[in-house]
Structure formats: structure tokens, C-alpha cells
């Protein structure tokens, strides 16, 4: 009977084991592609495609960083989506938390219509927009503007925004209005002064997935801007893609260029993210 807990102890030792092993095969096989691409980059169009994968590139051909830099006007690129993204990601923030005080702060006639069109928001595929949206955006003069960039995202991130920033919105207890009102406080300075700043741990969470969201975009940046002055990286890529020639490393070293400020920001502030979002249920 003696051998009892200490076997028990030996199997919870070999269970944690084995389940620490799956979470680091995880963890590299989620880091092999960024590695991949690191490697990639630092090739030439030769070592690309006659050397193994994951061979380490001879010499590291970190030129191509400062050509893609240089050459291929990366570093407007780079601005560009610094911020555009920066812009969208404010403004759709600021104007989801408007909408959703309202929403579950205030008592008003259409705010469940309100909330079920934003909501039906989440529904349209961005595909069946780009026709509409471009015929829009043609008549007010805006195609090869970045304000159709930033519309568009604020458009589209604003009822996954909103979705987020509710449970969050709705666990606040009604006292801390009503403390508010009865000092004087006007409901624009409760906002700014009292709700906002509660809200802080779902606000990063928000703008944090609001930016991977923005920074990525293609498929409107593609179609509404053509003048190198405002094309964000994800576009600037097609630069290295020519009609006979592509040069491959230029592209893995732009590839490398548009990830790291997302991994860079996510590495630092990811255990925010659910912290946000888990903050609304915590308090329910």
C-alpha cells in the first residue's frame, strides 16, 4: 500500500512529461515556417529552388533586405501601412466603444436594431463588397486614396470590434453610473472619464486583432489603390514578380519585413488578448 502514492506520483510525473513534449512539438512546428522564411529570404533564385528547404543559405545573402529597402521602395511601403493601420485601427476602437455604451449603457428605442445590423455585419463576405464598394468609392473620388483603405477597415472590423467590446460593456455594475450622475458627471465625461479607462484590458485585446487585421489586408488595397505613393506591403510585394523573372529572395526578404511588427507586438502583449477577452466573463 505504501508503493501506492508514490506510483501515483511517477504517472502524474510521466503525464506531465508527455504533455509537455506535445506542447514543444507544437510550439516548433509552429515556429518551422518562420524559420523557413527566414532562410528563404536570405537566398538567391538559385539556392531557392536547389537546395533543401531548411539548408542554411551560403553566404546569408543579406543584400537582399537592403535592396528590397532600396531598390524596391519597401520603406514607403513600410510607412504606408504603419499609418493606414495606425488610422483604421483608432478610429474603429473609439467609434466601436461609442456604439457599444450606447448600445448597453443607454436606453433608447432602435438599439437592439442597431445591434443586429452591426452584427449582420459579420455576415457579408468581403468578396461581394469590392464591386459596390469601387462603383462607391468612384463617384466620390476616392479610388487610389487611402481613405477607401481606412473606410473599409473601420466598415469591416467595426461589428467584430463591437462583438468583442459587449460582455465586457454589459458586466458593469449600473452604481457606477449612477455615482457618476449624481456628482455632476456629464454622460460624455462619464465615457472619457470613468467607462474607457475601465475598459483598457478589452481595448488592447481589440486593437491588437484590429491591427494583425488591418496590417494584412490585401484584397481592398489591391483593388483600390495603383499608385506606388499609397500601396501598403502586403501589395509592394508584387514589385519582385516580374513577367519573366521573379526574384524570389527579394520576396521572402519583404515577407519577413511585414511579419516581424506583428510578431514583434504579439510576443509582448499576447497574454492581453486573453485577458480581453476572457475579462467580461470573469466579472459575469
Known sequence: MALVPSSRGFAKTIGMVFFYAILIALALFQILPLVWLLFFSLKNNQEVFNTPLLSLPSPPRWENYVKVWVEGNIGQYFFNSVWITTVSVVLTVLLASFATFAITRMNWKWKHVVLGLFMVGLMIPIHSTLIPLFSFFMKMNLIDHPLS???????FNLPITIMILLGFYQSFPRELEESAVM??????????????????????????????????????????????????????????IGQYTTDWGAIGATLMISVLPILIVFFFLSDKIMEGITAGAIKG
Not at 483603405?149 to 466598415?155: E, F, Q, R
Not at 483598457?200 to 487585421?213: D, F, G, K, L, S
Open 183 to 240: 456628482d455632476g458627471c456629464s454622460v460624455h465625461r462619464m465615457f472619457f472619464r470613468i467607462i474607457l479607462p475601465m475598459t483598457a484590458p478589452v481595448i488592447v485585446t481589440t486593437t491588437i486583432i484590429n491591427m494583425i487585421y488591418n496590417w494584412n489586408e490585401f484584397v481592398f488595397v489591391n483593388t483600390f489603390i495603383s499608385s506606388d505613393e499609397f500601396k501598403t506591403l502586403t501589395v509592394g510585394i508584387q514589385n519582385f
Open 149 to 155: 483603405i481606412v473606410l473599409t477597415n473601420i466598415g
